[in-house]
């Protein structure tokens, strides 16, 4: 009992410490000692896991003396404790055990889309890889799923009744794993065990590990932009290892992904931009769905209800302190007018005709009900899910080739070679249907289509482009012709 109480009272204080060097960094007012729990993990574990020992060695923790005690005890109450070795503990230390001594941090992950990562039951996505790709034998689920969406995710834990975990959803790392004490979330996604570190935080691989590939590229495009160019660049002049690391006193060589979304900056003006681990608190669009909206929408539906007071145009502010660093508000603020040009083009001549036409299919039954059995599906899947998405991210990070060849290309291409056309076969397979709404749909899609081609943005399809726009652009072609032929 006494043991016990000892343990709490290290808490305790370790819960003050940690509210105090959270803010400052510059106390370090630590306890003297390891807990005398902690040196008796360390007893075996400083061979029988040797590299989980030597990483928590060179950790801050270490160096306050929180050893494997403070974080792997658990309650008996807990749905994942066990008896190790005489000591209560679980395997998964959650935020929610995180928080007794970084409130602030869990809180703001709390508030933030990354906490509800977990949460795409439903989604099509889903549908994809639990049914389309997969099958129901990895503990009656899809093996995909545990292996890929949920890596990113989030997998819920579950226990076996020995407290050991089972691999549904261990190991998992993902960003919204929903854990057995009932949290969401890993900061392990971020912050690897056992270092724990901000420093490995900060590099733009952290988030690439989620942030990459065909339908959210932001890795990618951070390298072919000049933020990416720099950072390749002058790395070593970004005093990365630094413990305080704000931009404009520590660094100002180039942006780091956390630098422009979570770190700290010193604007010119002398304000403090507080270090948020909310990443949605300095974006004004959520370009994901196929329409984008804004991120207090998007926030309000998540039920996310801090972020559901916070309108787009005071998170846009919140991003325009950090770029003030190293550009002029002319420059920030054309830079957003390009982006929003960019998201309006596809938002108004793509998407939003997209949906409606889709919604059309359902509507009249001229598709079953069966997600991705029929080729047109995949088509409108594609340009939203990937090509749609990527143009947006490209433009929204200074990065020109998604933006056109991985994004706007490949959405004009697959929009007039594929989408239309198949819509087209659509409305003739249904023209003379005997259903009468079927017959009625095929009409009201061929009048939409045709709406919509004559439409000043689409018209030059039907060969109707104005005719000086026609000539000054015939001109143009004959000159460039001259010059790039032989
Ligand atoms: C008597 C030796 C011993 C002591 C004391 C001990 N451990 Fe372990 N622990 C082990 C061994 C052995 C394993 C299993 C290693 C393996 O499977 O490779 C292990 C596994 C673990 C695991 C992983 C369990 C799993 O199923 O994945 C955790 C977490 C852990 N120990 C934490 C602790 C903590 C925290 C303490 C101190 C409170 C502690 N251990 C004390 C020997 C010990
Ligand atoms: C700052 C909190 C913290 C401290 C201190 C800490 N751990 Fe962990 N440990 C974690 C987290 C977090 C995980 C990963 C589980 C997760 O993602 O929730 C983990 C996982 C583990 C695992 C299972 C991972 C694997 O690869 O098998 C073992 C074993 C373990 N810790 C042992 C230790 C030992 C031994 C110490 C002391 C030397 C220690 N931990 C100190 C937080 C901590
Ligand atoms: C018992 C208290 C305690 C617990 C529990 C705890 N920490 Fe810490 N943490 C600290 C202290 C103390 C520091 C060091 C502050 C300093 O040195 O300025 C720290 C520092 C950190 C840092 C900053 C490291 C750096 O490189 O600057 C990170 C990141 C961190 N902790 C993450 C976590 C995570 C994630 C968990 C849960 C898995 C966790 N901590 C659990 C007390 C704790
Ligand atoms: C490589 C990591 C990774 C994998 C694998 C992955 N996702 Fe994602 N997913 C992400 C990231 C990162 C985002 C957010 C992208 C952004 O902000 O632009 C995302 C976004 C989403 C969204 C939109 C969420 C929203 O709030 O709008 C859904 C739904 C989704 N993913 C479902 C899935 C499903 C289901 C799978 C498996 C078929 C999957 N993802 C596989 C990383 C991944
Ligand atoms: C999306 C990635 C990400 C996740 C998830 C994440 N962190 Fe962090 N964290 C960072 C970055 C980046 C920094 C470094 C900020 C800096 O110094 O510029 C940081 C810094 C910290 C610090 C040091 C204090 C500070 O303000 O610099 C603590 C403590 C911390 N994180 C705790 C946590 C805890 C606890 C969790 C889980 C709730 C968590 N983090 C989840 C990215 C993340
Ligand atoms: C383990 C995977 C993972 C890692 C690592 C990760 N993210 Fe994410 N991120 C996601 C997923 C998944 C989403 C979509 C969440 C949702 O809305 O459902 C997301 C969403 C976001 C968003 C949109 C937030 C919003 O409010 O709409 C931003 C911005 C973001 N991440 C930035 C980062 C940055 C910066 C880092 C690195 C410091 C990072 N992420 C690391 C998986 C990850
Ligand atoms: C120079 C600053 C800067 C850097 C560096 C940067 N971003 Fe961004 N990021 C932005 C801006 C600006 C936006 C668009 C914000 C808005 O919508 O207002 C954005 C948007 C996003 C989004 C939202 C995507 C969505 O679906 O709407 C994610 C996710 C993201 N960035 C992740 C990353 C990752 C990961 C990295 C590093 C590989 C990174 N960013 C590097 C400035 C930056
Ligand atoms: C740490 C300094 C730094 C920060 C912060 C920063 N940038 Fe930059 N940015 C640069 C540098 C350096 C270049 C390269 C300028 C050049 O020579 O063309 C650049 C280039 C650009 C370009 C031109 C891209 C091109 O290909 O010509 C745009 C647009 C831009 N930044 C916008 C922003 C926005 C918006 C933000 C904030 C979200 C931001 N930057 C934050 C340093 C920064």
Not at 138 to 145: H, P
Not at 432 to 439: E, F, G, I, M, V
Request: glycine residues 8%; aromatic residues 10%.
């Amino acid at each position: 009992m006494t043991d016990r109480l000892l343990t709490s009272y290290r808490i305790t204080f370790a819960i003050a410490l940690g509210a105090l060097t959270a803010s400052g960094y510059a106390q370090t007012i630590l306890p003297s000692e390891p807990s005398e729990e902690s040196e008796a993990c360390l007893e075996c574990h400083a061979e029988e896991t040797r590299g989980i020992y030597e990483e928590w060695g060179t950790s801050k923790h270490f160096r306050g003396n929180v050893g494997c005690f403070e974080c792997h005890q658990a309650e008996e109450s807990d749905p994942d404790v066990f008896d190790h070795n005489g000591f209560a503990i679980s395997i998964i230390v959650s935020p929610k055990d995180c928080a007794r001594c970084h409130p602030k941090e869990v809180k703001e992950f709390d508030e933030s889309h990354h906490s509800k990562a977990g949460l795409i039951l439903g989604s099509l996505d889903n549908f994809l890889a639990d049914i389309v790709e997969g099958d129901t034998k990895f503990y009656g689920g899809s093996a995909l799923t545990v292996s890929g969406c949920k890596q990113c995710h989030g997998a819920a834990v579950e226990v076996n009744k020995d407290g050991s975990l089972k691999p549904t959803g261990w190991p998992n790392t993902g960003m919204g794993r929903v854990n057995p004490d009932g949290s969401n979330g890993a900061c392990t996604a971020c912050h690897q065990r056992h270092a724990f570190s901000a420093v490995q935080a900060r590099r733009p691989e952290n988030c690439g590990k989620c942030h990459l590939g065909p339908d959210h590229p932001q890795r990618e495009i951070y390298e072919e932009s000049k933020h990416g160019i720099a950072f390749a660049t002058y790395e070593d002049a970004l005093n990365m290892e630094n413990a305080k690391w704000v931009l404009g006193e520590d660094y100002t060589a180039a942006p780091t992904c956390a630098t422009c979304h979570m770190s700290a900056t010193r604007t010119s003006r002398g304000n403090l931009v507080p270090v948020t681990h909310d990443v949605g608190m300095r974006i004004s669009w959520n370009n994901r769905p196929a329409v984008s909206i804004r991120p207090e929408v998007a926030d309000k539906k998540l039920g996310l209800t801090k972020g559901a007071k916070v309108n787009w145009k005071t998170r846009r502010r919140n991003m325009t302190q950090v770029c003030s660093v190293c550009h002029t508000s002319n420059y920030v603020n054309n830079f957003y007018e390009q982006y929003d040009g960019v998201v309006n083009l596809y938002n108004e001549k793509f998407a939003q005709p997209g949906v409606d036409l889709v919604a059309l299919l359902y509507e009249y039954n001229l598709l079953s009900d069966i997600q991705f059995d029929e080729q047109v599906e995949w088509t409108w899947w594609e340009i939203w899910h990937h090509e749609g998405r990527v143009a947006r991210h490209g433009a929204s990070m200074m990065a020109p080739d998604y933006t056109h060849w991985h994004g706007l290309y490949e959405v004009g291409k697959h929009w007039y070679s594929k989408f239309i056309p198949e819509l087209k076969e659509l409305v003739e397979k249904h023209r003379d249907s005997d259903d009468p709404t079927k017959a009625k749909g095929a009409q009201k899609l061929e009048n939409a289509i045709n709406e919509l081609l004559n439409r000043a943005d689409h018209s030059w399809y039907l060969g109707k482009l104005d005719p000086k726009e026609e000539a000054k652009r015939k001109q143009a072609q004959e000159e460039f012709q001259k010059r790039y032929d032989n």
